[in-house]
């Protein structure tokens, strides 16, 4: 069965949080992962704010500003995916240092 994807809409803050992680030096590829999103979006992003072109439509005018609820949306769910994407590397980090454990435990049959 063919799925047809349809193009995400993101707000002008959610773009510049993803920039400002990748310029902060995190690799696009896990940005875009942690956000959930295709890489070349972030990449032409990048690209579009290095020519100070980012806040601009496709005709060259500014893009209409969103409200300060939207953008506090916005950083929060770009926090949020970089917590889980934090949590889902702690529980596989204690769950292998905890077989490591158990092997080692007296008993064990090691």
Same mark, same amino acid.
């Given at each position: 069965?063919?799925?047809?994807?349809?193009?995400?809409?993101?707000?002008?803050?959610?773009?510049?949080?993803?920039?400002? @992680?990748?310029?902060?030096?995190?690799?696009?590829?896990?940005?875009?992962?942690?956000?959930?999103? !295709?890489?070349?979006?972030?990449?032409?992003?990048?690209?579009?704010?290095?020519?100070?072109?980012?806040?601009?439509?496709?005709?060259?005018?500014?893009?209409?500003?969103?409200? !300060?609820? @939207?953008?506090?949306?916005?950083?929060?769910?770009?926090?949020?995916?970089?917590?889980?994407?934090?949590?889902?590397?702690?529980?596989?980090?204690?769950?292998?240092?905890?077989?490591?454990?158990? @092997?080692?435990? !007296?008993?064990?049959?090691?």
């Amino acid at each position: 069965m063919n799925e047809v994807k349809s193009r995400g809409k993101y707000t002008l803050e959610f773009k510049q949080e993803a920039v400002r @992680q990748v310029k902060g030096g995190r690799a696009a590829s896990v940005v875009a992962k942690t956000l959930r999103m !295709p890489k070349a979006s972030l990449t032409n992003w990048v690209r579009a704010d290095a020519k100070g072109q980012l806040g601009m439509s496709a005709e060259g005018k500014p893009v209409a500003m969103v409200t !300060p609820e @939207q953008g506090e949306i916005a950083r929060l769910r770009a926090e949020l995916a970089r917590v889980k994407m934090e949590r889902d590397i702690a529980k596989k980090a204690a769950a292998y240092f905890a077989q490591d454990v158990l @092997q080692g435990t !007296p008993g064990s049959g090691r």
